[in-house]
Nanobody
Framework: QVQLVESGGGLVQPGGSLRLSCAAS????????MGWYRQAPGKQREMVAV???????NYADSVKGRFTISRDNAKITVYLQMNSLKPEDTAVYSC??????????????WGKGTLVTVSS
C-alpha cells in the first residue's frame, strides 16, 4: 500500500503565493516521477509540473515562470511553490507519483487532492 497526502491548499488573493506539499508513505522501494496535476470545475485534469528522479522538470506553459516544483527524496515529498497566482489557477491540485513498491510492482499513485482558490 502506498499513500500520497497533499497539504497547503487554501484561499489566496490574486498575485499571492501558496506552497503545496505531498508526502508519500507505505511500501515504497523507489519513486520515479513525482508531479502535480490540477482539475478546474468543468475542465479536464491537466499536468501542472513534473519532476523526474534525476531532477528534470516539465511545466505547463500556463505556469512557467510562476510555479516551481521541487522534491526531497529523503522525505519522499514533492513541493509546488506557486507565485503570482491568478484566478484561472483555481482548481483541485493532486499529487501523482510513479512508484515501485517493495514487491517490485510499478504503479501510478494519486493523492486525494487539495483545493486552491484564487479570488479577491
Amino acid at each position: 500500500q502506498v499513500q500520497l497526502v497533499e497539504s497547503g491548499g487554501g484561499l489566496v488573493q490574486p498575485g499571492g503565493s501558496l506552497r503545496l506539499s505531498c508526502a508519500a508513505s507505505g511500501s515504497i522501494f523507489s519513486i520515479n516521477n513525482m508531479g502535480w496535476y490540477r482539475q478546474a470545475p468543468g475542465k479536464q485534469r491537466e499536468m501542472v509540473a513534473v519532476m523526474t528522479s534525476g531532477g528534470g522538470t516539465n511545466y505547463a506553459d500556463s505556469v512557467k515562470g510562476r510555479f516551481t516544483i521541487s522534491r526531497d527524496n529523503a522525505k519522499i515529498t514533492v513541493y509546488l511553490q506557486m507565485n503570482s497566482l491568478k484566478p484561472e489557477d483555481t482548481a483541485v491540485y493532486s499529487c501523482n507519483a510513479v512508484i515501485t513498491s517493495t514487491s517490485r510492482v510499478q504503479m501510478s499513485s494519486w493523492g486525494k487532492g487539495t483545493l486552491v482558490t484564487v479570488s479577491s
